[in-house]
């Protein structure tokens, strides 16, 4: 839990004091911060002991043989074994849930905005703490088929129980029975939904289409006439654009200022302001109706597989190319290929434009941090990547109005970050009441 807060804290604050006793009263609160990588070093030292004292995963045995030796001298009985480190205690922090955590720190660790002559996070060193989760999956051939839509898998979230996991998940929250929380806040208007979470062009613009092609390119075939045809199916399985179908009863939602309904664009308070509305995490089966409201099971999830994928393609091909393997029998590419292919994605033409630049790290990069941006949509990773990879953060969010053959390309939003911005503020009250807390540089 401390390795968890202090990377949560680093990442956004660039070191904080580290605490690693008990404190009183009468302790001595007013510590200065440490670096960065002091704090990384504490995050590292922390998971090591979660490595050596919790099990990889929590596992019934049989007999006393399956019991790992270091346990041995607290209890060589199997239901004593069992009843602390077996299945009934799946879903607490294990072994499993520690190295997925040190990936993601080297990650964050190697990124350009953490980059330091006292840091000795490595790209190398942050692919093989990713590998070390990719591995433990089977590789390349591991990668769950149908993980990327683990929300929308109904039949495996209802046949859960007694704290197991789907194959993509390495770790998730609880359960939630009968729920339709999140349809509500999201489903649009007609469907009885506060339209929350509305996606932008800018996210729609990133899927490339069917063939592989980014929609920039001369070969993608791409018609703004018809913008959402022949494109990535995941964007039909994570937003909603105008002429999607959704909820219970396959309902058309138009999304335009003109379309006759609340789902259009500022029509109402809950209308969308894009001219999209989110799907990805969704279960299209929820009725919000409060004539014949219905819930169903779900779950959020904390750790998947998919994201070490992710995080060993983009520190791999930094450190090795994006052909290179390290030590470990598969590269970036490898990876990248398996999650398009998994998505859908260039299988007619075996994605020519993945094997077009499959030898060019500055290409791999971008497009590995664009299927970054699009498997991990949604899930809270995108504001933390741009900040990490230094990226520009003042594109202005763009929306569209669809009404009919009239298409009108909208500004939403306007951002207005200065570079100070990537690294978060100290909470002024906390900086008043302890003068060894120095502000992050711009912040007041």
């Not at 779900?298 to 791999?316: G, Q, V």
């Not at 393997?325 to 998505?343: F, N």
Request: hydrophobic fraction near 35%.
């Amino acid at each position: 839990l401390r390795a968890h807060g202090g990377f949560s804290a680093d990442g956004q604050l660039l070191g904080v004091p580290i605490v690693t006793e008990f404190q009183t009263v009468a302790s001595e609160l007013n510590i200065p911060r440490a670096s960065f990588e002091a704090c990384l070093q504490q995050i590292y030292k922390d998971l090591d002991s979660a490595d050596y004292n919790l099990p990889l995963e929590y596992v019934d045995v049989a007999s006393t043989a399956q019991i790992p030796e270091r346990f041995r001298t607290v209890t060589q009985k199997t239901e004593v074994f069992n009843r602390v480190m077996g299945v009934f205690a799946r879903q607490l922090f294990n072994g499993l849930i520690s190295r997925s955590y040190r990936a993601r720190v080297g990650l964050l660790a190697a990124s350009p905005a953490f980059q330091h002559s006292s840091n000795t996070t490595t790209w190398e060193k942050a692919a093989d703490y990713a590998a070390a989760v990719v591995t433990y999956k089977g590789g390349v051939n591991g990668l769950p088929a149908n993980g990327g839509t683990f929300y929308a898998n109904t039949g495996e979230i209802d046949g859960l129980s007694n704290g197991g996991n789907p194959a993509e998940m390495i770790w998730r929250d609880n359960i939630q029975t009968n729920n339709g929380d999140q349809e509500g806040q999201n489903f649009p208007p007609t469907l009885f939904g506060t339209g929350f979470m509305n996606p932008t062009q800018n996210l729609v613009d990133a899927f490339p289409m069917a063939n592989g092609y980014p929609i920039t390119n001369a070969n993608s075939n791409y018609n703004a006439a018809t913008p959402y045809a022949g494109r990535d199916p995941r964007l039909a399985r994570y937003i909603i654009y105008n002429g999607s179908t959704a909820g219970v009863g396959n309902q058309v939602i138009l999304t335009g200022s003109g379309s006759g309904t609340d789902n259009g664009i500022n029509v109402r308070s809950t209308s969308t302001r894009t001219g999209y509305y989110m799907k990805k995490r969704l279960r299209m089966d929820v009725n919000r109706n409060p004539a014949s409201t219905t819930g169903k099971n779900k779950y959020l999830p904390r750790l998947r597989y998919t994201e070490f994928y992710l995080d060993y393609a983009e520190a791999a091909n930094e450190a090795w190319g994006p052909l290179g393997t390290g030590t470990h029998g598969y590269s970036a590419y490898d990876l990248i290929k398996a999650i398009r292919k998994r998505a859908g994605v260039g299988t007619s033409n075996s994605d020519a434009y993945l094997e077009e630049i499959k030898t060019d790290k500055d290409k791999m990069r971008e497009l590995i941090r664009n299927e970054r941006r699009l498997e991990l949509c949604f899930e809270s990773f995108r504001f933390w990547d741009l900040r990490r990879w230094k990226a520009p953060l003042n594109e202005p969010a763009r929306g569209l109005n669809v009404n009919g053959t009239t298409i009108t390309p909208i500004v939403v939003e306007n951002r207005a970050y200065q570079d100070y911005m990537y690294y978060g503020p100290i909470p002024l009250s906390e900086v008043l009441k302890f003068s060894n807390l120095v502000q992050n540089k711009g912040w007041q």
